[in-house]
């Protein structure tokens, strides 16, 4: 399995910036995707959510509303737009699957770093 993230970059606050995670060595429609971040000196935070199919996400409320995940599953790519960007966006953003429930199996991509200035 092989996940590698792009997109990331540094951005004026109130931009944008679309992240894309490029996924191999898996059946990708078969997997709910997802996006974290981690923020220097906290903990990874799960920021959005898609399943198999495309037809249902969730979303941290922190970026409710500014952030949109997809999925093409002709291209085995996730997406995470991302609007209306705050400093408080500032991160390493991975994206990850969930390939086994129990024992836990899962795999993170390298993370492409967001920085928002102010």
């Known amino acids: 399995v092989q996940l590698v993230e792009s997109g990331g970059g540094t951005v004026q606050a109130g931009g944008s910036l679309r992240l894309s995670c490029a996924a191999s060595g898996f059946t990708f429609s078969s997997y709910a995707m997802k996006w974290y971040r981690q923020a220097p000196g906290k903990e990874r935070e799960l920021v959005a959510t898609?399943?198999?199919?495309?037809?249902?996400?969730n979303y941290a409320d922190s970026v409710k509303g500014r952030f949109t995940i997809s999925r093409d599953n002709a291209k085995n790519t996730v997406y995470l737009q991302m609007n209306s960007l705050k400093p408080e966006d500032t991160a390493v953003y991975y994206c990850?699957?969930?390939?086994?429930?129990?024992?836990?199996?899962?795999?993170w991509g390298q993370g492409t770093q967001v920085t928002v200035s102010s």
């Open positions: 990850n699957v969930v390939v086994r429930l129990s024992p836990r199996l899962q795999y």
């Open positions: 898609i399943n198999g199919g495309g037809g249902s996400t």
